[in-house]
């Protein structure tokens, strides 16, 4: 347990990020996404890039001022979003020629690009363009994908440095899928570039919950004990808590607005972290709910979530009112942040 | 201008209800309602019959409780969806058939049933069921809507004094159209039937204003003046100016809450309410408002419409941000309650 002092204020550490892929938390305006209480969101660097664009960025000094958020705020590379969401993407030395999912226009990233747009979108934390691939690709397809995203995080490292700038971090992002050595070399090889701190990458895409931790087992040794390090995208309530033990600070993950989407709610159960059944899904649209009079979740602190019944909630989702993605939303973010604040308890108390 | 006492509060008149056709004001949590200041929001009998259901609603002891709202709310009879979202139905003496516009299943709708209906929602006010045909209609049809009409308004108040209902109120609906004999025809009989108020329907379906007036400008004096008179569905801003001159005391629209997914806003800009220009609207999706940075509506008592730019608004839009749509809502149904403030303000001064 930490704190980082961001230029937008202090994160207690391990904490989750809430997504706001497009400049917004879906469905959420700023108002409801401070009375759930993060400290830190993050944003998609691609998704910005595209929408609202750089100029209109520039024109409100950043995207703090864009969205009226004024907290600490972490923004992607896009390297994951060019190989998740552009049908076309080119990797060459100089940096990954894409296609925009929204027009087929075509765009270059390269490691320093990265920078300047994460400058001008103004995240207090920055990351470095790399190469994401499946974690089940074959060795030699991982190997160079590692080697490409270790030379662009040497020239974004040593770019940023020239730049002098001073209001923002910069992390590292280790690969190697699911290769031992591999991912060992990446990490050696990024320490030496001293980063701010370390993400591990490219995990949560495929493998197992065991293949994961084994990573975490190797991984977390080789990183800098005095920096912090996150774990993107990941993930499931019980992956963060076996990450947690395993030293990752940082996690951010799409599961809970995405779940929301589908009427899934996350309620928590109790605080027994370690036993995988502190918390339970429900499924809204099951028949049960239709005339459940009990609140959404009565232990919510957000009067709406207590207010409501599962019977209306229920009732919000069968006739497709936009309402109901945002009370599930309130609900499955509200849980994550209490995970972390539950953790973070335990690990003051020794529990953890 | 005056006060009318209903169940579960007091509204002053003239006033405008907010849409909540399926239990829910499109996209708005109940507090956000709130923060808008309505006296009385308006629900749909038909849309409430088929979903939630009344088994649900005598659950929760009636729309109230399952909405969480707990000021007045009026509920319209069914007719009007009848007529316009069911793809069958069939006019009897007993009453209406129709096939759900959501599953094709078969209901029947009397003026006995509909008062029981609207007595499980337990709304403050209650609306007769009518037969609504176009404006436009040829007289014969006409004529033949309105009889029916007045034949099943008898049904109804009969009913309803027979079961003695004591803590809501029931409205009879004038038809006829753009006929000035039968438009009296059918207030003079309603009359006899002493309701507890009194509403024009089948206007807003294809004439233009000035018939819409023509028909005010008679009706009005054939209704009691001691009690409420309801103009069904109306409409523009101008269009409830006008109506309120010629006597009109409540209201309810589509608009708001329609044009705010179209993302066209409705925006305040003088007192000068008989002008016709005291407002403008705007279209959000306009090139100029990509980088306009004043707020989405500088006078808003909402904060989120006073801190959210303009161009962070455009851009919700232009990347299908749920949040876009809640923001133009609040903005446009606080317009239409400012208007109605306005608008009692100016009676009350004897401007209006």
């Excluded at 400049?23 to 209480?37: F, H, M, N, P, Y």
């Excluded at 700038?165 to 050595?181: M, P, R, S, T």
């Excluded at 293949?211 to 309530?237: A, F, Q, S, T, W």
Aim: charged share 30%.
């Amino acid at each position: 347990m930490g704190i980082l002092k961001l230029a937008h204020g202090k994160v207690s550490t391990p904490f989750f990020m809430p997504i706001a892929t497009k400049a917004a938390v879906k469905t959420l305006s700023i108002d409801e996404v401070q009375s759930l209480r993060p400290e830190i969101i993050l944003s998609n660097t691609y998704h910005l890039y595209l929408q609202p664009g750089l100029d209109i960025l520039k024109k409100f000094g950043g995207l703090h001022k864009f969205m009226n958020w004024d907290k600490p705020i972490l923004t992607d590379s896009g390297g994951f979003q060019v190989f998740s969401l552009s049908k076309i993407r080119k990797i060459k030395d100089e940096g990954v020629e894409f296609q925009s999912h929204l027009d087929g226009s075509k765009h270059l990233l390269t490691p320093e690009k990265v920078v300047d747009i994460q400058k001008i979108i103004g995240s207090d934390i920055t990351m470095v363009l790399d190469q994401c691939i499946d974690s089940t690709s074959d060795r030699k397809e991982v190997q160079k994908a590692m080697e490409i995203t270790t030379c662009w995080a040497t020239r974004a490292r040593k770019y940023f440095l020239k730049k002098k700038i001073k209001d923002q971090l910069q992390f590292g992002i280790v690969q190697g899928a699911l290769f031992e050595d591999l991912r060992k070399q990446s990490a050696q090889e990024l320490k030496k570039l001293n980063f701010d701190g370390y993400a591990v990458g490219g995990l949560a895409v495929g493998e197992t919950n065991d293949e994961m931790y084994k990573v975490l087992n190797y991984i977390v040794d080789e990183l800098p004990d005095d920096r912090p390090r996150y774990l993107m995208g990941v993930g499931k309530p019980e992956n963060i808590v076996e990450a947690v033990k395993r030293g990752i600070d940082m996690f951010d993950c799409v599961i809970p607005t995405r779940e929301a989407r589908h009427g899934r709610l996350y309620i928590w159960k109790n605080s027994n972290l370690s036993s995988g059944k502190f918390y339970q899904t429900i499924n809204i649209s099951n028949e049960k709910f239709k005339t459940d009079k009990s609140p959404i979740n009565k232990d919510s602190k957000i009067p709406a979530l207590r207010n409501y019944s599962k019977a209306y909630l229920a009732h919000l989702y069968k006739t497709q009112e936009p309402l109901a993605l945002k009370l599930a939303t309130l609900n499955n973010v509200e849980f994550y942040l209490n995970l972390m604040r539950e953790i973070r308890r335990q690990i003051e108390k020794g529990k953890l």
